[in-house]
């Protein structure tokens, strides 16, 4: 399986400021994700990362407030934009090999706290 | 998918015992399913994968069952160990094709006692 690395591993923000959320790969992936687990609960999917086009947001999860990049096959970034208190949370990117299912492989995680 | 509770279901287990772990999925058109393990300040480790087309998979000291009818899946683990304490999830993906992500179940915090 893929080595997942996220950056930065955890933060404490202000209210109002936004936190880019780096996701890297240690080799070319067909897929990427980013979840959100809010303190003591599962994992909720924000967005799928395409390639070079617009991300693909799940009912609830919006670009203004969750922009996601992804230039190349190994790397995408998840800003967590004008951050509240209700945006502290676990965010963890995967990354799955095929478009038809298959495994999905989660990274360490970014445990964001807001003030 | 499911909803999500705040406090996660706890199943406490003598080591050396066999554990079983339920999940009731959401979507019957769901085609693949998976079991993660997580760890207090880890990301979910995958553990072993079910496609729809069949009820039973093994894996090392693992095993998953698949009940389509009822839409409930199950986590065996034989012979716990201290290091099998954790959060397990399950997890389900649709069946509409192409780059769906997952949706997980609630969880279930699982304490092997010495």
């Known amino acids: 399986s893929a080595v997942i690395s996220q950056k930065p591993s955890r933060d404490i923000c202000q209210r109002g400021t936004s936190l880019t959320i780096q996701c890297q790969v240690d080799?070319?992936?067909?897929?990427m994700f980013w979840y959100r687990q809010q303190p003591g609960q599962s994992l909720t999917l924000i967005a799928t990362?395409?390639?070079?086009?617009?991300?693909?947001?799940e009912s609830g999860f919006v670009i203004d407030k969750f922009p996601i990049s992804r230039p190349n096959l190994t790397f995408s970034t998840l800003t967590v934009s004008n951050m509240s208190p209700e945006d502290s949370s676990i965010y963890l990117c995967?990354?799955?090999?095929?478009?038809?299912?298959?495994?999905?492989?989660f990274g360490p995680g970014t445990r964001l706290t807001v003030l | 998918g499911e909803s999500v509770g705040l406090h996660l279901p706890t199943l406490s287990v003598q080591e050396g015992d066999n554990s079983i772990i339920n999940c009731a999925y959401s979507n019957s058109a769901s085609d693949y399913f998976i079991w993660y393990k997580q760890e207090s300040g880890k990301g979910p480790q995958f553990i072993i994968d079910?496609?729809?087309?069949?009820d039973k998979r093994q894996g090392q000291r693992v095993t998953v069952l698949l009940n389509k009818t009822v839409k409930h899946l199950s986590l065996q683990i034989a012979a716990t160990q201290p290091g099998d304490s954790a959060v397990y999830f399950c997890a389900e993906k649709g069946a509409g094709g192409g780059a769906d992500g997952l949706t997980f179940g609630k969880g279930t915090h699982l304490i092997i006692q010495p």
């Open positions: 995967s990354v799955g090999y095929t478009l038809q299912g298959g495994e999905q492989f």
């Open positions: 079910i496609r729809s087309n069949m």
């Open positions: 990362a395409n390639q070079g086009s617009e991300a693909t947001y």
């Open positions: 080799s070319q992936v067909t897929m």
